[in-house]
């Protein structure tokens, strides 16, 4: 298992500057950003497709500093009502798989998208209640009508360039939680799978071992965020968990992304990483810095002190005593 890094927080620094860094604080690999909300900052999608001579160079800079690319990440709505925002999804999500493909590159990272909740509607509608009867009936229009149709041409796609497409659980998307993220895997085929990010199970309620043995054993983890969240009790027993309070008023929300550790204790993150490893994942954990309370270099530094002390840096022996 490796320690990695979505590099978009470093996004303000050259990406020579950026791989130097993380190569210095022990970082093994790099989720670099081509596209939707991660933007591409330190990989230009469209230059690469067309330039061969700049992919090499990509590749240089970081085999000079012993760093893979653990995937490549356009977080977008495919499934948003107005076509043009669909279409310029769209075409980043296949781009990036045809890139990937052209890097030797196994994994791209996205999400699943949210449509709207009936046609002719303008505003993506995330259904989270099957009463009254029109939510189910929205929710179907937008598994059967449109994100079934979607994502199966979509993993032809990933399929035909041998690139895994890792979608994250994502409140107000349509796949937010593991059941949902099993469901679309079995509508379209086995490139399609899970980017497992914790930190938004843990504010469901979510177990976030259980979630990683359900979509383990079914073989449905292509990729994995290591990004961590605290509850605060004192405003969730108030006004519950699903909190539209901006990001920026910490002390009034009744939850944080939080650096590693700064969620949950260093056992429970040894925890997620034996039981990854229990259900055969040996990829990145790569660290989505996301914390408001600290820097990014700070927030990395941090979460790379944790898992280095949580990841097995071995394979496991026979076992002897057995």
């Known amino acids: 298992m490796e320690i990695g890094v979505l590099t978009v927080p470093l996004g303000g620094e050259p990406i020579g500057d950026a791989v130097a860094y993380l190569d210095d604080i022990g970082v093994d690999a790099v989720e670099l950003g081509v596209g939707g909300w991660p933007g591409e900052d330190h990989v230009a999608r469209e230059t690469l497709l067309d330039d061969g001579a700049a992919r090499e160079d990509l590749r240089e800079l970081l085999d000079d500093h012993g760093l893979r690319i653990s995937a490549l990440a356009t977080h977008n709505n495919p499934l948003h009502p107005d076509e043009e925002r669909a279409a310029a999804a769209d075409r980043e999500l296949r781009e990036a798989i045809e890139l990937a493909d052209l890097l030797g590159v196994e994994m791209v990272t996205c999400f699943s998208g949210l449509p709207a909740g009936a046609p002719g509607d303008s505003t993506p509608n995330w259904v989270t209640a099957p009463w009254p009867t029109e939510h189910a009936d929205a929710l179907d229009y937008q598994w059967d ?88 009790d004192a405003n969730a027993r108030v006004k519950g968990v699903l909190d539209t309070t901006g990001y920026a008023a910490e002390a009034e929300r009744s939850w944080l992304f939080r650096s590693i550790g700064y969620g949950h204790g260093e056992d429970h993150w040894k925890d997620v990483v034996s039981t990854l490893r229990m259900v055969g994942y040996e990829g990145a954990l790569s660290i989505e810095h996301e914390d408001s309370l600290t820097s990014a270099r700070e927030g990395l530094e941090k979460a790379v002190d944790v898992l280095d002390r949580a990841v097995f840096e071995t394979r496991p022996g026979d076992a002897y005593w057995a």
């Open 145 to 232: 009508e449109v994100a079934v149709p979607y994502w199966s041409d979509l993993a032809k796609h990933a399929d035909h360039h041998g690139v895994d497409v890792a979608i994250e659980m994502h409140p107000n998307m349509l796949v937010y939680e593991p059941t949902g993220m099993l469901a679309l895997r079995e509508a379209t085929n086995e490139r399609i799978g899970a980017n497992f990010d914790p930190s938004h199970l843990y504010w469901q309620g979510i177990d976030v071992s259980e979630a990683i043995r359900f979509l383990g054993e079914r073989d449905a983890i292509h990729h994995v965020h290591a990004k961590d969240t605290k509850v605060y």
